[in-house]
């Protein structure tokens, strides 16, 4: 069974430019998180979204968004880079049964900005 | 605001068990205490959750204590790819379902 897969893997972008980030979550898993990572430093929550819409946002400014698609991948979209969103980016996903599952990540988009 | 501290680094010796400890003094009833791992700039790994009962799985063993405000993560024969930085996280059942994490214990297994 495939995991949460993100693309792409390395992305280098200008400063004032925008960047999509890709994530496909588990088969069967409707929840996605995404998660910053600069260098050295903790993970950071960016965004949650389930069934279609966002349940929960992390203290980041509005040109972080996202969203997800009807079949649960998700976008996360960065307007107007600047140099210290240059980070690993982390989505991760998990399911519903009687509880939520515990969330599986993937292996991340590395974004540089120059 | 995590709600768990943990030591910031720890070391082991190749093939003895290494004992992570994790302190959630203000756990909630409905709140689960999960593990894991993050291995250099990698996705983290899941390793193990429970709720109150010490839980077993290939990878580890959790230890929660009977009031529930700390636990213990257990790798019973630590090999040097165990080498990462451990995250102990409390998360809901249901409701807020983000998991936050604090800064972990980096663990390092010598030769």
């Known amino acids: 069974e495939a995991g949460v897969t993100q693309s792409p893997t390395h992305l280098i972008k200008t400063r004032g430019q925008q960047a999509t980030l890709r994530c496909s979550p588990i088969s069967g898993h409707t929840s996605v998180y995404w998660y910053q990572q600069a260098l050295g430093l903790g993970l950071q929550f960016l965004l949650w979204y389930d069934e279609g819409e966002e349940r929960n946002r992390g203290n980041f400014p509005p040109r972080f968004s996202g969203r997800q698609f009807p079949n649960y991948s998700s976008e996360l979209n960065v307007n107007a880079l600047e140099l210290e969103d240059s980070a690993l980016y982390l989505c991760a996903s998990s399911g519903r049964g009687r509880v939520y599952t515990e969330a599986f990540f993937g292996q991340g988009t590395r974004l540089t900005v120059v | 605001d995590a709600k768990t501290t943990q030591p910031p680094s720890m070391d082991c010796a190749e093939g003895r068990a290494a004992n992570l400890p994790c302190n959630h003094s203000t756990i909630s009833g409905n709140e689960y205490v999960y593990w894991y791992r993050q291995i250099h700039s990698q996705g983290p790994q899941y390793i193990i959750h429970g709720l109150k009962n010490n839980e077993t799985n290939e990878m580890a063993s959790l230890i929660i204590t009977e009031d529930r405000k700390s636990s213990t993560l257990i790798l019973p024969h630590a090999t040097l790819r165990d080498t990462a930085v451990y995250y102990c996280?409390?998360?809901?059942?249901?409701?807020?379902?983000?998991?936050?994490f604090g800064q972990g214990t980096r663990l390092t297994i010598n030769p």
């Open positions: 996280i409390v998360r809901p059942s249901q409701g807020a379902q983000k998991l936050v």
